[in-house]
């Protein structure tokens, strides 16, 4: 089994939609959860950064964790075409800030179509 | 702020051949750098970490290898490559308590 599992999609949503991007994992010591934007041939951007449990709101995302169910979620309000991207999940613990890597999920791509 | 410069973009290299991919750093210093290699429809899989001069350590046995000459440059470097070393490699520090930031990668194929 994956640390961090994540859809691959293709996620196809028409323009102003609400997009729902989901993640699980299997390691409780995760504590720092980030979602991370990735357009074609370029290195992924971090979007949203959350610590621990709760929601965290950034202008049209919403990042969400739930630590007892081992859930994240990023939420898209409105979406636009160019949020058409591929989207990273990245989690890392405690126990990791020595090194202070980062575990991914796969990614899944988004489409919004206008 | 922080900038990483990876050169090349896009590298196409025959089977055999050495490589060498640098990664360097602007406005930060003593950073931890990463290696990543990101395949097709798969997560990003950190191969090297550097925490500062010639502090390296690996995270997957493998064929390449990783230096860091300087406290701003990260190279990954193979002696014989092969056709499993394809992939769009990305160099990353990290910022704060996890944050990681990325250049905009390089994508070999081994032919």
């Known amino acids: 089994q994956k640390e961090v599992e994540q859809d691959p999609g293709p996620l196809s949503v028409p323009e102003g939609a609400i997009v729902s991007l989901n993640c699980t994992y299997s390691n409780s010591a995760f504590q720092y959860f980030m979602w991370y934007r990735q357009y074609s041939r370029k290195g992924p951007e971090l979007l949203m950064y959350t610590y621990s449990s709760g929601n965290k709101e950034d202008g049209r995302f919403t990042a969400q964790v739930d630590k007892s169910s081992k859930y994240i979620s990023l939420f898209i309000r409105d979406s636009q075409p160019s949020d058409s991207a591929t989207y990273l999940c990245?989690?890392?613990?405690?126990?990791?800030?020595?090194?202070?890597?980062?575990?991914f999920g796969s990614g899944t791509r988004l489409q919004v179509q206008p | 702020s922080q900038t990483i410069h990876q050169w090349p973009a896009t590298l196409v290299q025959p089977v055999g051949s050495p490589l060498s991919l640098e990664c360097t750093v602007e406005?930060?210093?003593?950073?931890?750098l990463y290696w990543y290699r990101q395949a097709a429809g798969r997560g990003l899989q950190l191969l090297f970490y550097s925490i500062g001069i010639d502090q390296i350590s690996s995270e997957v046995p493998q064929n390449l290898s990783a230096s860091r000459p300087q406290d701003r440059q990260f190279i990954l470097s193979s002696k014989k490559l092969l056709l499993s070393d394809s992939g769009f490699y990305l160099c990353a520090l990290s910022r704060g308590n996890t944050e990681a930031f990325f250049g905009q990668g390089t994508r070999l194929t081994v032919v």
């Open positions: 406005g930060t210093s003593n950073p931890n």
């Open positions: 990245a989690m890392s613990s405690r126990m990791d800030t020595g090194r202070r890597a980062l575990t």
